[in-house]
């Protein structure tokens, strides 16, 4: 799946997860820029994209993101 | 010796003299007996159980870090886990587990007597064992390298600032500054000294003087009506704030004198707006551990269950906090409450947002005033439980709160009052206008100089100086 499709993908998982239509993702984006973004609603953001790409994370994986590129780039190399 | 005694105003400045003196590569040995130094002077005999936790981190990461099968990695790492919890259950929760199980025994009809222990707890136990846990599962999860050199797991594990009370540090936020062990700045040291300026007066001025109501009415509350027990429970959390937040303002300024820097313990928790805020700006590096180390493994796991999941490992979470606090019941019980409010917020969190954003309640002062109360109004009723020494004490306070009206008992002086009125005033600043009105950070030097004197004048006139205990070292 190219790059853009994946954005587009996970831009519409983060409006409904974190209830907010007008997050727009950007590489650098962490937890901090987005209101809601907390321990609790992360689990089910990971849910979400596990279930819409149909893949399946590591915990050792998710201890490694820090920001939005990385967990683009996760899904990209898990896609291929 | 404690942050407020005497013995420490001698015994600090020399360290940080004799610091900057020796020969870099000497410092963390250095330290490293000062802590040890530090913690003979209060339990002796303990520190070959601190000596002990060191020697197994040290050894099971080294081991750890000697294979590259993930798996074998994994094993050592949960019997490091067990080793090092094995003296925390011991000293900690012994007792309590041999009285459940008698009292189960003995309702089921068998009589049986398994005798008890009746050592001293050894203090900071639950704080360097945690941080001992916390360093093992981070080289598993290959999050840090593994230290090769004894004094610097040794001096991660006892650092006298923090080894009484936390905060509970990280071996990557530790490890890379104590390879440095950098020479004390000008700047480090004024940064230090004023922490620990406010950190005195926290401790002093706040909690020590609501101590004394709190601890008046809690410790005699079959003779108070329920007036002055509602007043005492709103006391509390100030009271606790005020308490470990200084602790840590005086464990984070006495590292930073030595140009170490380590990680915040509290943001201004009153200002929350929602528990799960809250818990986001109170005890923070436990909640971080608790976070990192249990919640998240737990979620994970559980993720399949989406929200009830999230309920599910929230609740276990808080468990393990409650029994962290303490082996009694009303701790767990304290816990659980906190897993009940968050759980409740969790499910509701879609429905508040949407109200929120529909509204634009998030810009109000008058929704944030309202939020900001009803989460302390919460928070003081949970920590009723964690004020009472048992269930039933705990009941009949908030039965008396709820049904026994009375003239309020007035002991709380005016100096008590000042000193919570500047406290508040501060943290007011600090939250709304940080870059305004400022005063320890101003640009003056004489408001500058104004202000120390001012707060140090207040610690001397108003603070309680009777080397009075710490409330987190019972933990």
């Given at each position: 799946m190219e790059r853009e499709l994946i954005i587009e993908k996970l831009t519409s998982i983060f409006h409904d997860v974190f209830g907010d239509n007008s997050i727009v993702l950007r590489?650098?984006?962490?937890?901090?820029?987005?209101?809601?973004?907390d321990s609790l609603t992360h689990m089910l953001m990971i849910t979400k994209v596990e279930e819409v790409f149909g893949i399946k994370f590591k915990l050792k994986e998710l201890n490694k993101l820090k920001m939005v590129g990385d967990l683009i780039t996760i899904i990209e190399s898990k896609l291929q | 010796m404690t942050f407020t005694s005497f013995e420490f105003l001698l015994f600090f400045p020399v360290v940080v003299l004799l610091y900057n003196i020796i020969p870099q590569k000497l410092r963390v040995w250095y330290l490293l007996v000062v802590s040890y130094v530090f913690y003979a002077f209060m339990q002796p005999v303990y520190l070959v159980l601190l000596a002990a936790v060191t020697g197994i981190t040290y050894g099971f990461t080294r081991w750890m870090g000697a294979t590259d099968d993930d798996d074998k990695k994994k094993r050592i790492m949960i019997w490091g886990i067990i080793l090092v919890l094995l003296p925390l259950f011991f000293f900690k929760y012994y007792n309590f587990v041999n009285e459940s199980i008698t009292a189960l025994l003995t309702a089921i009809g068998f009589h049986t007597a398994i005798p008890k222990i009746s050592w001293m707890l050894p203090v900071g136990i639950s704080f360097y064992t945690f941080m001992s846990i916390g360093y093992l599962v981070d080289v598993n999860n290959e999050e840090v390298e593994v230290e090769t050199n004894i004094g610097s797991v040794g001096l991660f594990l006892?650092?006298?600032?923090?080894?009484?009370?936390?905060?509970?540090?990280?071996a990557g936020n530790m490890f890379p500054q104590l390879k440095k062990m950098p020479t004390s700045q000008p700047s480090d040291l004024t940064a230090g000294l004023k922490l620990m300026l406010w950190g005195y007066f926290m401790k002093l001025c706040v909690a020590d003087r609501l101590g004394i109501y709190v601890d008046a009415v809690f410790n005699n509350f079959v003779n108070h009506n329920g007036t002055t027990l509602a007043f005492a429970t709103l006391l509390y959390p100030i009271q606790v704030y005020a308490d470990l937040g200084g602790y840590s303002l005086l464990a984070i300024g006495a590292a930073r004198c030595m140009g170490l820097k380590i990680i915040p313990n509290?943001?201004?928790?009153?200002?929350?707006?929602s528990m799960s805020e809250l818990w986001r700006r109170w005890h923070m590096s436990f909640i971080n551990w608790l976070t990192d180390y249990i919640y998240t493994p737990l979620s994970f796991a559980l993720r399949s269950w989406k929200i009830w999941g999230i309920v599910c490992a929230l609740m276990l979470t808080f468990l393990v906090s409650g029994i962290w606090h303490g082996a009694a019941i009303t701790s767990i019980v304290w816990g659980l409450v906190q897993g009940v409010y968050l759980s409740l917020e969790a499910l509701l969190q879609k429905k508040r947002s949407s109200m929120e954003s529909k509204h634009n309640l998030n810009k109000k002062w008058w929704y944030i005033l309202i939020c900001c109360v009803v989460v302390y109004l919460l928070f003081a009723f949970s920590q009723i439980f964690g004020r009472c020494a048992t269930l039933s004490d705990a009941w009949i306070v908030i039965r008396k709160i709820f049904n026994v009206r009375g003239s309020l008992f007035e002991e709380v002086t005016t100096y008590g009052w000042f000193s919570i009125l500047i406290l508040f005033v501060k943290d007011f600043r600090d939250e709304f206008?940080?870059?305004?009105?400022?005063?320890?950070?101003?640009?003056h030097i004489v408001i500058r100089f104004i202000s120390y004197a001012v707060i140090a004048f207040l610690i001397v006139s108003?603070?309680?100086?009777?080397g009075g205990q710490f409330i987190y070292f019972q933990f």
């Open positions: 590489d650098d984006m962490t937890a901090a820029d987005v209101e809601n973004w | 006892s650092f006298f600032p923090y080894i009484l009370s936390g905060p509970i540090e990280r509290f943001n201004r928790p009153f200002f929350a707006t206008f940080p870059n305004q009105f400022r005063l320890f950070e101003s640009s108003i603070g309680v100086l009777d």
